[in-house]
Every structure is written in structure tokens, then in C-alpha cells.
């Protein structure tokens, strides 16, 4: 009887940390609601509509609404609770059934070729990391990220090359390398090297990408 006392207890406690948890992500969604700044819902949107991270439905989402994934560094400020909040608030405000006909605008753009294309230097990333490894001499023994904002034009409009401080775990640590950025800024300055993102067939301004680069890859 003392045991099952116990395991009975276990999972009360359990259960009762699972509402506050849940009720502290509920509370941390309205405290954004109530300055009119929502949040995309992720969880749901994949459970329900198959949405990927850079797919037309998403960059619909965040580039026409801007309904961002809010996070700290790799973790997100919530989970399915906070997701729920966002969901009946954004639906609140654009009006029912918001999502499932953005889902259906983002599958007619794919449909018509017109959905979204992420940014991208012409010759391909391999050439890109080549390039930055023979450029900017980078150590074999350290990790890099390379990241750069490319405008409607093709042209790099901000240039960002870090040295990582830790390796592993879901968070990377990185402080920016001032000698290779600066080599980097005038290596691209006025280069016409980048096909731009696109949208509904117009190229897309402030589009990002993102390279981890491991020099010794190259040796």
C-alpha cells in the first residue's frame, strides 16, 4: 500500500507541474498578445497542415504577417500550450479558418511555380565554403559560421563571419572574427554573386543565409 501511495503521488505531482507549466506558457503568450505581437504556432501548424520550416506556407506566414518563431539562441520561448494561445489569437485578429486559407494560397503558389525560393550564391554553397576557406584562410582546428543578408538585387547587404567558442550540444557559441568579417565585407562589396529570395515572383529583400563551415572539410 506504500508504494502504490507513492506511485499515486508521483503522478499527481507530475500531473500538477504539467498545468503550471502549461498555464505559465498561456501567460507568456497573452503577456505578448496584449501588445498586439504574436507568435507562429509551429507545433500545430506541422500537426496540422505538414508546414515546414522554408516552405511557402511558413514564409507566407512570417514574410506577410510576420507571425516569427520567437526564440532564445536554438530554443524556443514555447511549446504546445503557448502554440494554442497564438493560434486562437492570430485567428481572432485575421479572422476563422486564417490558417487553413493561407495553406490553401501557399499550395496554389507552389502549384502556378510562383511559391517561395530561398536566397542562394549562384555557384552553389559548396563553391561558397571553398571560397570563404581559401579567402579568408580560416584555422583547420576551429568551426565557423558564415552568414550573410542578401537584398532584392543579388548583392550581400550585411556580411557576419564568427568563430565558434564551444562545440556541441544544441547550442553553438560563437563571437565574431573582426579580421576575417572584415576581409569578407570587401571580398563581397559591390559582388553580384547571390540569386535573391522569392515570393509571389518578386525577389525578396533581407533574405538570410547561413553556412557552419569546418575547414579541415577541405583538407
Known amino acids: 500500500m506504500m508504494l502504490l501511495s507513492t506511485q499515486i503521488y508521483a503522478q499527481s505531482s507530475d500531473s500538477t507541474s504539467r498545468i503550471d507549466w502549461c498555464k505559465e506558457e498561456k501567460n507568456r503568450a497573452r503577456a505578448l498578445i496584449s501588445k498586439d505581437t504574436f507568435d507562429l504556432p509551429e507545433s500545430l501548424l506541422i500537426e496540422e497542415f505538414g508546414m515546414n520550416s522554408g516552405d511557402t506556407y511558413s514564409q507566407l506566414l512570417i514574410l506577410e504577417f510576420h507571425l516569427y518563431q520567437r526564440s532564445y539562441g536554438c530554443v524556443r520561448f514555447g511549446g504546445e500550450c503557448y502554440d494554442e494561445e497564438m493560434f486562437t489569437a492570430v485567428e481572432n485578429k485575421y479572422g476563422k479558418g486564417f490558417f487553413a486559407q493561407q495553406k490553401t494560397i501557399a499550395d496554389s503558389l507552389d502549384a502556378l511555380g510562383l511559391g517561395y525560393k530561398e536566397a542562394s550564391y549562384i555557384e552553389g554553397e559548396d563553391a561558397l565554403k571553398k571560397l570563404l576557406n581559401r579567402e579568408l584562410k ?70 538570410e543565409v547561413i553556412l557552419v563551415i569546418y575547414p579541415k572539410e577541405f583538407k
Open 138 to 207: 580560416f584555422e583547420e582546428t576551429k568551426m565557423y559560421v558564415a552568414w550573410f543578408i542578401i537584398n532584392e538585387q543579388g548583392y550581400a547587404s550585411e556580411v557576419h563571419i564568427e568563430i565558434a567558442d564551444e562545440m556541441g550540444g544544441p547550442m553553438i557559441q560563437t563571437h565574431k572574427d573582426e579580421i576575417r568579417n572584415a576581409k569578407a565585407v570587401k571580398y563581397f562589396n559591390n559582388r553580384k554573386c547571390w540569386t535573391p529570395g522569392y515570393l509571389r515572383g518578386k525577389a525578396l529583400s533581407g533574405e
